[in-house]
């Protein structure tokens, strides 16, 4: 019979860890105080997770560029982030002409400001793709930390990084496009570490950072600072909540409607009628409410992401319970994708999840406990992972044939004439290309508006449209690819170059 661990009663405690004691191997060098030191990730035992981490980097990449170079990547949100993050470097007005909106009124992300530096070293789209690689693969090493030092097995600490690499929750949202979540990604896993860690100073900037990346932050920092105020430090706990709570409001009612002209496109994805309609369908008709719940496959939606980790959070679910608002908002939204695994709204989960298993874990009083629901979470990891993930064994492979592979040729072609910064329009899958410029739409925007704006323009001729300098679309432009609007300007472009079935039209005389 193997050594026991401390009881669970004894472990995250106001005093301080109880000693852990050692599973499949002794002592951590140190003793039970000892912090975990990011140096000693150099370590040769922890070769294989560094193996782990280069190995999700590189074939995300791999991935990501794959679909980039042959215009399978989908191009909105690529190009909306990419054109703003351009802007931004280049000290313009992040007024982003693809969806016709500011982005930081679109979403509070100020947290693009920070890194706009560094976009200005690798100022296109595939900079964005690495970057979000890079900060979704970075929890690996926050978990990895906090397993070795608590539950003190290194073999568990590496099926517990293996577990949130392989998770779909962050591969699915790596091959969708660029999103700013990713940066939340890190931050709320660095949160966590800092909480349990008793580091108040990383603990507070994390968790400022976790709200300059979106309007909605707070639904993660709240929780976190019930649990530090519970379980660490009441002030600082109630502090962290009070800020959030103070900066949502600001956001919502004050930023987004004094830049926007409206409130939040959030508040439109509250079921029946908004939060009013909802409080009342609770207390009045809860079996509508129930029904609106089990529709539209929110069950499986909530199914899968506890899969993911093998359900064994529920053993002690505390650190899993700080994404319970965002599982909500997930569930109440009326907004298909957002109780889908495959977009951005759940990235955010995939940590809290593998850190909750991590901590239900360690809460367990035998060793045999602790490794079977190691092997549990492990297994749910790779399982899932084959059904809904991008690893080399999942079900899933990336899709390139959007456009035909002798396409790809006379595209590079073409755009390579377009002058810098001219003012284009140009067919769906190549904004995000071509978005580095101040004026760059989806045609057939500007001339008959689609997707823009706040959506009261569509259908309409915008007065930019005057400023379209160029149209890069297939030749000839089909049903469905807005003909009609085409032959209404016909007068106004002649076509220049033409190769593989599109063409690169000029507007005559000056705009």
Known sequence: MGPRAAPPSEFFVDDGFAEPRAISEGPVKGGPGERPSWQSLSRPRNVVVIVLVVAYVVWFIHLNFLLYYSYGEPPFDLSVFDQGMWLISHFHDPFVTIMGRNLVGDHTSFVLYLFAPLYRLFPEPQGLLVLQT?????????????????????????????????????????????????????????????????????????????????????????????????????????????????????????????????????????????????????????DQLWSYLVSQGRPFYLWQLGATVGFTFIFSPEIAGIGIFVVA??????FGYMHQILYQYSMT???????????????????????????????????????????????????????????????????????????????????????????IYVWPTPFYAEDWGRGNDTGARLPVANQVQYLLLPVPLIAGEDPNVLQKIASDYRLVRSRGGYGLYEKTGSP
């Open 349 to 439: 989960l995939a940590p809290i999840l593998v850190l909750g298993a991590l901590y239900a874990i360690a809460q367990q009083s035998s060793v045999w406990r602790r490794n079977t629901l190691a092997v549990l979470t492990l297994t749910g990891a790779i399982w899932t992972c084959a059904l809904w993930g991008y690893a080399p064994f999942s079900d899933n492979s990336v899709q390139t044939n959007t456009l035909p592979p002798n396409s790809i040729g006379p595209l590079n072609y073409l755009e390579k004439y377009l002058p810098p910064n001219a003012s284009v329009s140009a067919w769906y899958p190549l904004d995000a290309h071509i978005d580095n410029r101040a004026q």
């Open 134 to 286: 890079l900060l979704l693969a970075s929890p690996a090493v926050p978990i990895y930390l906090l397993a070795r030092k608590y539950i003190r097995s290194t073999l568990i600490a590496i099926a517990l990084v293996a577990t949130y690499l392989l998770s779909p929750l962050i591969q699915q949202a790596n091959l969708d496009q660029f999103h700013p979540e990713c940066f939340q990604v890190l931050f709320i896993s660095l949160a966590i570490y800092a909480a349990i860690e008793r580091r108040s100073v990383l603990l507070v900037v994390m968790a400022v950072l976790c709200l300059l990346v979106k309007e909605d932050a707070a639904l993660l920092v709240v929780p976190l600072g019930l649990w530090v105020a519970i379980r660490r430090d009441r002030w600082l706990g109630i502090s962290i909540m009070a800020g959030a709570v103070a900066y949502a409001m600001i956001a919502n009612w004050l930023i987004i409607p004094s830049i926007l002209g409206t409130s939040s496109f959030y508040g439109s994805y509250i079921p029946f009628g908004g939060v009013s309609g909802l409080i009342s369908t609770m207390f009045h008709h809860p």
């Open 329 to 334: 908002e997930n569930m109440i939204s009326n």
